[in-house]
Nanobody
Framework: QVNLVESGGGLVQPGGSLRLSCSAS????????MRWFRQVPGKERELVAT????????DYPDSVKGRFTVSRDNAKNTVYLQMNSLKPDDTATYYC?????????WGKGTLVTVSS
């Protein structure tokens, strides 16, 4: 059974940093592109980071480029999202996701609040 568990969220001041983790079980992440999304209540989920199966390729929208870094440790079956220079607009619930055998799987998310 595929399971994704995000952690590392919390309250941080503007300009601060957080590192989110996504621990996967029930499958091996080595073969899959992994992504991070975020969502604010009442709005659609927004893609914030993509990483290829080898970790050699990453992609970000302009809204987070230069501030967020996605990485993966295939040996630990875990994906990370390092978030720096956080802004109040980054406040959201962050989800990791994988598309596997025709289905998209999501974790339950971790809440990030950026506020002074």
């Amino acid at each position: 059974q595929v399971n994704l568990v995000e952690s590392g969220g919390g309250l941080v001041q503007p300009g601060g940093s957080l590192r989110l983790s996504c621990s996967a079980s029930g499958f091996i992440i080595n073969n899959y592109i992994m992504r991070w999304f975020r969502q604010v209540p009442g709005k659609e989920r927004e893609l914030v980071a993509t990483i290829t199966n080898t970790g050699e390729g990453t992609d970000y929208p302009d809204s987070v480029k230069g501030r967020f870094t996605v990485s993966r440790d295939n040996a630990k079956n875990t994906v990370y999202l390092q978030m720096n220079s956080l802004k109040p607009d980054d406040t959201a619930t962050y989800y990791c996701t994988v598309f596997r055998f025709g289905m998209r799987y999501w974790g339950k998310g971790t809440l990030v609040t950026v506020s002074s």
